[in-house]
Nanobody
Framework: QVQLVESGGGLVQAGGSLRLSCAAS????????VGWYRQPPGLPREMVAS???????EYSDSVKSRFTVSMNNAENTLALQMNSLQPEATAVYYC?????????WGQGTQVTVSS
């Protein structure tokens, strides 16, 4: 079983930056694919950025070149650096990890971008 705890959300003006962090316990991140998802108000949850067990990364088209995902295996943490934020990035951001048929989620952290 894996427990995930996100932090770093908050309110930021358009054009600003935020850095989200996710701390894992109960297992080690490098056994899993890991990533960030978000759920805007009234919309379904969507993938933002992922790191696979091979080390490769994947980003949604809407955040490419502005968001950077990074993993620290020694500290068992996952980060998401978000730059040039726009109001459409307002959402609850979730950390997730998966291995085969199991997927685990954190409780989410709110990111609000004001115009």
């Amino acid at each position: 079983q894996v427990q995930l705890v996100e932090s770093g959300g908050g309110l930021v003006q358009a054009g600003g930056s935020l850095r989200l962090s996710c701390a894992a316990s109960g297992s080690t991140f490098n056994m899993y694919g890991v990533g960030w998802y978000r759920q805007p108000p009234g919309l379904p949850r969507e993938m933002v950025a992922s790191v696979f067990s091979s080390g490769s990364t994947e980003y949604s088209d809407s955040v490419k070149s502005r968001f950077t995902v990074s993993m620290n295996n020694a500290e068992n943490t996952l980060a998401l650096q978000m730059n040039s934020l726009q109001p459409e990035a307002t959402a609850v951001y979730y950390c997730s990890c998966w291995n085969g048929g199991n997927q685990y989620w954190g409780q989410g952290t709110q990111v609000t971008v004001s115009s």
